[in-house]
């Protein structure tokens, strides 16, 4: 069984900084590390092969050094580590992202794909299922644990707004995952050397099977007006009244936010 497990580098923060001018992340001073989710869906990927000896390929899109990211992954089990990097990505959005992955994969001989549900630096959760897309193949989202079946399907558990539903898919598909679901196994001191012994792929736009001019900004119909930090809530106000006062107080308040 061969998967492959899209990764991402990202700033290691929970509060985004935008430039006020430039209206960009500001990303100076700020560790990388790889995408919580997308973590969660290797150590899927990682107990698929302890159960099944699946061979587990790890790439992520992005500058040169996200190799980094990619030898963690090698040091946590991963077989294999690709980079697509070329200047014809910059200025990618979820959509020519998608399509520049899902060129990738038609390269490549796989099972099953496993990305994060979302990456904490956009929030989108759309490059996953894009890719499906892409690949005309199916899509489970929210998943919580996967298992391989002996006919050669997947049992896959995945979270729904008010239950936990469990799936079984037939043939190749793609799958995004929950952080919260899986504990992230450590690096081992021997995977560490054994990491930086190993050969990081370096794929350009040529490598891989698309349009150029979808790739990269000109092929990103997303147009960005304007970024800027979630603002912060005003405090609450406390009224100790009676109940009819705080009746008062409620339907006022609504009728001042035009609710009623």
């Not at 799936?167 to 081992?188: H, I, N, P, Q, W």
């Amino acid at each position: 069984m061969n998967i492959v497990v899209c990764i991402k580098q990202v700033p290691d923060t929970t509060e985004i900084k935008i430039d006020p001018v430039k209206g960009t992340l500001i990303r100076d001073g700020v560790p990388s590390i790889m995408n919580p989710d997308d973590k969660g869906g290797l150590e899927l990927a990682l107990r698929m092969k302890d159960s099944c000896g699946a061979n587990v390929t790890v790439i992520t899109m992005g500058p040169p050094q996200a190799e980094l990211i990619l030898r963690e992954a090698m040091a946590m089990g991963a077989d294999r580590a690709i980079l697509l990097t070329d200047r014809k990505f910059a200025g990618a959005d979820t959509l020519a992202t998608s399509y520049a992955l899902a060129g990738a994969m038609k390269t490549m001989d796989y099972d099953l794909i496993i990305a994060g549900r979302q990456a904490i630096d956009g929030d989108t959760a759309q490059v996953g299922p894009e890719m499906a897309e892409h690949l005309d193949i199916p899509q489970v989202s929210y998943v919580i644990d996967a298992q391989r079946l002996e006919n050669g399907n997947l049992l896959v558990k995945k979270e729904s707004e008010e239950s936990i539903q469990t799936l079984e898919v037939e043939g190749k598909c793609l799958l995004t995952v929950l952080a919260s679901a899986f504990d992230a196994r450590y690096m081992t001191v021997s995977g560490i050397v054994e990491a930086y012994d190993k050969e990081v792929e370096i794929w350009s736009a040529e490598k891989i099977d698309v349009d150029e001019a979808k790739l990269g900004l000109k092929g990103s119909p997303t147009k960005v007006f304007q970024s800027f930090p979630k603002a912060m809530k005003a405090p609450g106000e406390v009224h100790e009244v009676s109940e009819e006062e705080a009746v008062e107080l409620i339907v006022n308040k609504l009728k001042e936010k035009h609710i009623i």
